[in-house]
């Protein structure tokens, strides 16, 4: 009897899953594998907001793969280690996995794969499971990756793209290979109060729900922060709970601008990851660096803390930080607006606030939150790299009626649409009457120190 063991990552799905299909097709039994990998903790990566979405999704992927007769494998350790063992006490023959893209990944690969060759073992790694399109799969001819969007998306666009693989019938697993409990979200404490609930099954219906009634829209209300009309994929793509090649070929059924732009999105997606797997090192350094003298926590305590808490006194920046607290997710206009704010008007290392971004982001993800933040702070891909974003000017523009900004600054319910952007106007009385703090800033000031930062100054 031939027996492979799969080990599952960021891929926590049994719809269109290469190496569980490659693994089934090429032997009697399988080892579906996920290990509670340390050196994950071990690097602060384990934000509760994750840990109880990816319990989530294992519960779900451990219950879908008990329908097909077969059931999830969970250990915790050193992911090597722990998959010698398994390969050790099951006898397998092989080992499939999803390709990775983090610096993290790759030695992950590196070292699996000279483990299990000691042991006899063949390691299979599987593309297009975590991305649509492979990074390196499409290149300019005269570098090993795109470092510009639009002409890397598109040749992204005319990359064929694989079929997508449909779910097994049947899963058989051996018995004999123990397994710890499946970890429950009840386990998980400092959930943020409105998180999402995770899992495939879960993404699926959304992913129905978002054809039939969301794509259609994509294009015009993208930006829409009230109307929160994007599709709130991210977390189910960022566990691989839904597949990004998939994705692609129902969003394109679809058809029509709206289809068009969301695909445009996970082109984004794909981007970044592939800058990120030639440049590993974007995850924590400057990708072009502007020489810049960030002001640090030490200089900027209070600024920081005040933009973390939502109480920088501009109420888009404030609400935004709150909706992150609140939900553990947050709208792109505003993950802008609030980057920019931290990064452009107060200053301050973007790695400052790409920390705190994730340890509450449910999707938060090396690759998108490294590269977007280095994105608005201009030391990454963007090719206007000393644009600032004018907090009152994009809250007009954007939630022209105040309604994001009275969802999640209650203090300013009792404001109208334009006031309520602009508290700092009002007189006397009007003005005692909201328990709101000023602004920590005054824009110009905060663009000169900018500027000066940045040797931009005339
Ligand atoms: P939709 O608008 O419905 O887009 C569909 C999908 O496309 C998303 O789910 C996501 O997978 C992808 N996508 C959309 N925009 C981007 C983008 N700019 N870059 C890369 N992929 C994109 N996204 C993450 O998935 N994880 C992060 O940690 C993350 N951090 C960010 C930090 C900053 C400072 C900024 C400006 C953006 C960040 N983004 C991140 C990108 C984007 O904000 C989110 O992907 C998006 O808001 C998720 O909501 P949605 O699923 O409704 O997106």
Not at 41 to 63: E, I, K, Q, V, Y
Not at 101 to 115: M, N, P, T
Not at 214 to 237: K, Q, V
Request: glycine letters at 8%; charged letters at 25%; proline letters at 6%.
């Amino acid at each position: 009897m031939t027996l492979s063991i799969v080990l599952f990552t960021s891929d926590l799905r049994l719809h269109d899953h290469p190496p569980l299909r490659a693994a089934l097709d090429g032997s009697d039994a399988v080892v579906p594998l996920f290990v509670r990998d340390e050196a994950v903790a071990d690097a602060g990566f384990t934000a509760p907001n994750r840990m109880a979405f990816l319990a989530d999704c294992l519960t779900d992927l451990d219950a879908g793969l008990r329908e097909r007769g077969g059931r999830l494998v969970v250990r915790s350790g050193d992911v090597v280690a722990e998959v010698c063992k398994v390969v050790a006490e099951a006898d397998a023959d092989e080992v499939h996995m999803a390709a990775g893209v983090s610096g993290y990944a790759h030695r992950r690969e590196e070292r699996l794969r000279a483990a299990l060759e000691a042991e006899g073992c063949r390691l299979h790694v599987h593309e297009t499971v975590i991305t649509a399109v492979a990074p390196g799969a499409v290149t300019p001819a005269s570098s090993d990756h795109f470092a510009v969007f639009t002409p890397y998306h598109r040749q992204w666009a005319r990359q064929p793209l694989r079929d997508a693989v449909a779910a097994p019938r049947v899963v058989r697993v051996p018995d004999g290979v123990g397994s710890e409990e499946i970890p429950a979200r009840s386990g998980v404490s400092g959930v943020s109060p409105s998180l999402a609930a995770g899992g495939e099954t879960e993404g699926r219906k959304r992913v129905s729900a978002w054809l039939r009634n969301g794509i259609g829209a994509y294009e015009d209300r993208h930006d829409d922060m009230p109307g929160d009309a994007t599709s709130r994929l991210s977390p189910f793509i960022h566990f691989g709970a839904l597949s990004p090649v998939e994705l692609v070929h129902r969003s394109a059924a679809a058809g029509g601008p709206g289809a068009e732009a969301f695909v445009r999105q996970l082109a984004w997606r794909d981007f970044h990851h592939q800058v990120l797997a030639v440049r590993p090192d974007a995850s924590t350094a400057d990708y072009r660096t502007k020489h810049d003298r960030w002001r640090s926590e030490d200089v900027a305590h209070d600024d920081i803390e005040a933009w973390r808490e939502g109480r920088t006194g501009y109420p888009v920046v404030d609400a935004g930080m709150r909706q992150l607290r609140q939900e553990g997710w947050m709208h792109n206009r505003a993950r802008l607006l609030t980057a920019s704010f931290l990064v452009k008007t107060l200053y301050v290392d973007w790695r400052i606030g790409a920390r705190h971004f994730l340890s509450l982001l449910v999707d938060g993800d090396v690759a998108n939150n490294q590269l977007n933040w280095q994105w608005m702070a201009g030391t990454g891909t963007d090719s206007r790299p000393n644009r600032v974003l004018n907090p009152v000017t994009q809250a007009k523009r954007y939630d022209p009626d105040g309604v994001y900004v009275r969802r999640w600054v209650p203090e300013l319910a009792g404001l109208d649409g334009r006031a309520v952007h602009e508290p700092w106007k009002l007189q006397g009385l009007d003005r005692a009457a909201y328990d709101y703090p000023d602004p920590i800033v005054e824009l110009p000031e905060g663009l000169a120190r900018f500027r000066e930062g940045r040797g931009l100054a005339d």
